[in-house]
Each structure stands twice: as C-alpha cells, then as structure tokens.
C-alpha cells in the first residue's frame, strides 16, 4: 500500500490523513474522507474537467470544478446523486440549500 504526499484528492477536497508511518513521516490517503476509498467512480472523476451542469462555465484546471452531492447526504455517493459544478454555483448551492447543516 503506498502513501500520498499531502494534496488534493480527484474531487478538489483535502487528502485524508492516514497517520504516521514505519518512518514517523505523516501519510494521506488518494482520497479526501468523502470520497474515501474510491467511493466516488472513476467515471465521476474522470467528468471534472467538464464544464459546469448548473451554469456551463468551462474550466483551465480541474481544481476550479467541484462534485457536488444533490441532495446534500455527502454519504450518498451514487453516481445519480452526484454533479459537477463550478466552486462557485457549489458554494451558491450549499448556501442556499443549508446543505453544512
């Protein structure tokens, strides 16, 4: 099993940290905790550098898009409850929808 040097995970968020190793150096996980151990598939990952579904803004670097959950139960990760959307129709969307709640 290899570690991961701190980034970003496939959908934007955080890697999740996985603790220490053999070697007291810290290690990550290739996922954030929502998408944790490849919930999310391959082909959801492979949309993000798609334009976004709500407003059609087109992104220069994946980092710019988000995978946003519909209904807002982030542990819900079938692909039908799942969307890309620019971080700024997301962060509308969470805003509007309560969705943090």
């Known amino acids: 099993m290899s570690s991961y040097?701190?980034?970003?995970?496939?959908?934007?968020?955080?890697?999740e940290s996985k603790g220490i190793n053999y070697l007291g150096k810290k290690t990550y996980s290739?996922?954030?905790?929502?998408?944790?151990?490849g919930k999310i598939q391959k082909?959801?990952?492979?949309?993000?550098?798609?334009?976004?579904?709500?407003?059609?803004?087109?992104?220069?670097?994946?980092s710019q898009m988000d995978i946003?959950?519909?209904?807002?139960?982030?542990?819900?990760?079938?692909?039908?409850?799942?969307?890309?959307?620019c971080a700024n129709c997301h962060r509308l969307k969470t805003y509007k929808n309560k969705d943090w709640k």
């Open 5 to 15: 040097v701190k980034g970003l995970c496939a959908c934007g968020n955080k890697q």
């Open 30 to 37: 290739k996922y954030c905790s929502t998408c944790k151990r």
């Open 43 to 62: 082909n959801n990952l492979l949309k993000i550098d798609k334009s976004c579904e709500k407003c059609g803004f087109v992104p220069i670097h994946p």
């Open 68 to 85: 946003d959950h519909i209904d807002g139960n982030h542990r819900n990760n079938d692909s039908s409850n799942l969307q890309v959307l």
